[in-house]
């Protein structure tokens, strides 16, 4: 998964705006609640096991297997 993703994730699940430290602790804390956090790790957990899917899916050729 790459880091695009995981800012998406935290956009839309935790409305944190950048995963970058902006060396500031307005900026980089957040008082984020059980769901908020629980909602955006299932996200990551099924888009990593989508993502693992679709490449077994494939072989080394590109060919889907049957």
């Given at each position: 998964?790459?880091?695009?993703?995981?800012?998406?994730?935290?956009?839309?699940?935790?409305?944190i705006e950048t995963l970058?430290?902006?060396?500031?602790?307005?900026?980089?804390?957040?008082?984020?609640?059980?769901?908020?956090?629980?909602?955006?790790?299932?996200?990551?957990?099924?888009?990593?096991?989508?993502?693992?899917?679709?490449?077994?899916?494939?072989?080394?050729?590109?060919?889907?297997?049957?």
């Amino acid at each position: 998964m790459n880091i695009a993703i995981i800012e998406s994730i935290a956009q839309k699940t935790l409305g944190i705006e950048t995963l970058k430290s902006r060396n500031s602790d307005s900026l980089d804390f957040y008082d984020l609640g059980v769901g908020c956090i629980k909602d955006a790790l299932e996200l990551a957990y099924k888009t990593g096991m989508d993502a693992g899917l679709s490449y077994y899916a494939v072989n080394q050729e590109g060919k889907a297997h049957d």
